[in-house]
């Protein structure tokens, strides 16, 4: 029965990866993986959110996630690194223009637009939107600054459901330097009952 489920799952996910792939992402497609699976997990009519949409490919992936469920993402970006982004994709991908129109564009393209709302928002005010306990899956993928990640969790995890997902990006970039995603996670009262760890995302079911 589960071989079934994680196959089906994959076969899935096979059908949208080159999609995916034309979308500039920091995040790889084994990781997309990872947010699909967690999203198709979810009961109907979850609420997602995404803090950092970049140009929208884990956006994508979790609206993919939503198909036949009535879930809905909503995902935020201040493009406040629009800069480095966008001379890291022209370096590494001739592509640059890192920005919420670009962003809204690419989303556009996709069937699942529809699952996903954008916005334009810094974590912390996109944060006063939710209430307390209303979220199913909050996927964090913005700022990677040891004391940006704590103080974000703290705001953050009450937004989300008992028995809910906290998850993020990153965990395993520049493991050994001290201001990190992975050590900020590590510092921070949510992981005291158990962590996951897949390629670097993060995973935290709500306990608290
Ligand atoms: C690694 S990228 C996100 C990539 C995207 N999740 C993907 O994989 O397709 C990180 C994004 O977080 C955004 N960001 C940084 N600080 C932020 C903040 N305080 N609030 C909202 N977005 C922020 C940056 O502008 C950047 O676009």
Avoid: P
């Amino acid at each position: 029965m589960f071989n079934n489920i994680a196959d089906n799952i994959i076969k899935d996910f096979n059908k949208i990866k080159d999609k995916l792939h034309k979308i500039l992402s920091t995040t790889v497609l084994e990781e997309c993986l990872i947010l699909y699976n967690l999203v198709r997990q979810l009961e109907d009519h979850s609420i997602i959110v995404e803090i950092g949409t970049g140009l929208g490919r884990t956006a994508v992936t979790m609206g993919y996630g939503c198909i036949g469920k009535n879930s809905i993402v909503y995902t935020t970006d201040n493009y406040a690194e629009s800069d480095t982004y966008s001379e890291w994709g022209m370096k590494e991908h001739n592509q640059g223009n890192w920005n919420f129109e670009q962003a809204k564009k690419n989303i556009e393209n996709f069937e699942v637009k529809q699952y996903i709302k954008q916005y334009n928002l810094d974590s912390i005010e996109f944060s006063k939107i939710f209430k307390e306990e209303s979220i199913d899956l909050l996927f964090i993928d913005d700022c990677h600054e040891y004391n940006f990640v704590k103080s974000e969790i703290n705001i953050w995890k009450n937004k989300i459901k008992k028995k809910g997902i906290m998850c993020g990006h990153d965990f395993t970039v520049r493991l050994n330097e001290q201001n990190t995603v992975a050590r900020a996670v590590l510092d921070s009262d949510i992981v005291r009952n158990g962590l996951f760890i897949k390629n670097s995302i993060w995973i935290v079911k709500r306990w608290w």
